[in-house]
Each structure stands twice: as C-alpha cells, then as structure tokens.
Nanobody
Framework: VRLVESGGGRAQPGGSLRLVCSAS????????MAWYRQAPEKERELVAR????????EYADSVKGRFTLSRDRGKSEMYLQMTNLKPEDTAVYYC?????????WGQGTQVTVSL
C-alpha cells in the first residue's frame, strides 16, 4: 500500500484548498480511511474519516461545515475539500488507511493559512 498526498500550499484566511490522497496497490473503498493533521508542537489529530461499510464521513468539530471528505474508487483517490480556511488549520495533513489492525500513512502535505 502506498499513499501520496498532494494539494497543500498556502491560502489566505477564508480561502480554499483541496487535498488529494492517491492510493496504490489497494481498493480504497474496501477500507476505512481518514485525514489527520499535525500542527507544530501539537499532537496529530483526526480531521475527518470515512468508514468503508457506509461511506459516511465524520468530522472533527473544528472543521465541521467547512471541510468535506470524499473518495473516488475509480481513481483510487481520497479528497479533502477545505473551505473558509482559518490560521488554526495550518498543519501538515496526512492521509491514513486502515487494514485490520494496521495503519498506512502518506508522507504528508503542508497547509499554511496566513495573510
């Protein structure tokens, strides 16, 4: 399993970015997946996740209503559409895939929200 994030960058407060997690050697909709983020000097935190049995995304309270997780099985990609970005969204964002008890991670993509 290989996961590669892209789409990070710099945005102004109120702006938008779309992150992409490209997966290889796995059928992504057969497994639970998630987006996490880690800000400097902070613990890694769950941003959004999707369960394979219902494809319903769940969100951290801090991003609810602003971020949207989706998946495209045909492209083996998971997305995180981020809108109304805030400075506190600044972090390295990681995608994660769970196969039974094992987690796979991408290398992360930096998101910076500032004027």
């Amino acid at each position: 399993v290989r996961l590669v994030e892209s789409g990070g960058g710099r945005a102004q407060p109120g702006g938008s970015l779309r992150l992409v997690c490209s997966a290889s050697e796995v059928t992504i909709t057969s497994y639970d997946m998630a987006w996490y983020r880690q800000a400097p000097e902070k613990e890694r935190e769950l941003v959004a996740r999707v369960k394979m049995y219902n494809e319903i995304a769940e969100y951290a309270d801090s991003v609810k209503g602003r971020f949207t997780l989706s998946r495209d099985r045909g492209k083996s990609e998971m997305y995180l559409q981020m809108t109304n970005l805030k400075p506190e969204d600044t972090a390295v964002y990681y995608c994660q895939l769970s196969i039974y008890q094992r987690s796979y991670w991408g290398q992360g993509t930096q998101v910076t929200v500032s004027l």
